[in-house]
């Protein structure tokens, strides 16, 4: 099984402290080699949002001063359960606890991924 995990945070939007990233670092290379982190990585401070609305597609460039929340990274990891999943994501918001203490905020959202072959669809992959 699949999952995609991202995180949001509702602190300022300042980067993460040398400390912080020690401390991701050590448990990326714990879960990739334990074999359950296909892929990981922040997410840059830009954006463009890109809506659909009265048949008409809308591009609109960012950042957003209004925004309270950032999407600061992601995770795609291959697990046995949901669960597994779960202590993960658990895992990786207690780093940042422990690192950035009991005042830091911020939250994980855990979606599984439904393969093509899921939905009926041929994936076709290029070659490159």
């Known amino acids: 099984m699949q999952f995609l995990m991202t995180?949001?945070?509702?602190?300022?939007?300042t980067p993460p402290t040398p400390e912080l990233m020690a401390a991701i670092g050590a448990l990326t290379e714990k879960?990739?080699?334990?074999g359950v982190?296909?892929?990981?990585g922040g997410m840059q401070m830009g954006t463009t949002t890109m809506s659909l609305g009265g048949g008409k597609v809308r591009v609109v460039d960012g950042p957003f001063s209004e925004a309270k929340e950032l999407v600061g990274g992601y995770a795609l990891?291959?697990?046995?359960?949901?669960e597994?999943?779960?202590t993960?994501?658990?895992?990786?918001l207690e780093v940042h606890a422990k690192v950035m203490g009991p005042s830091y905020?911020?939250?994980s959202e855990i979606r599984e991924m439904t393969?093509?072959?899921?939905i009926g669809i041929k994936a076709v992959v290029p070659q490159r």
């Open 115 to 118: 393969p093509f072959a899921g």
């Open 88 to 92: 993960l994501a658990r895992e990786f």
């Open 31 to 34: 879960t990739m080699k334990a």
């Open 105 to 107: 905020a911020m939250e």
């Open 77 to 82: 990891v291959e697990v046995k359960s949901r």
């Open 84 to 86: 597994e999943a779960l």
């Open 37 to 40: 982190m296909l892929q990981t």
């Open 7 to 13: 995180v949001t945070s509702h602190q300022s939007q």
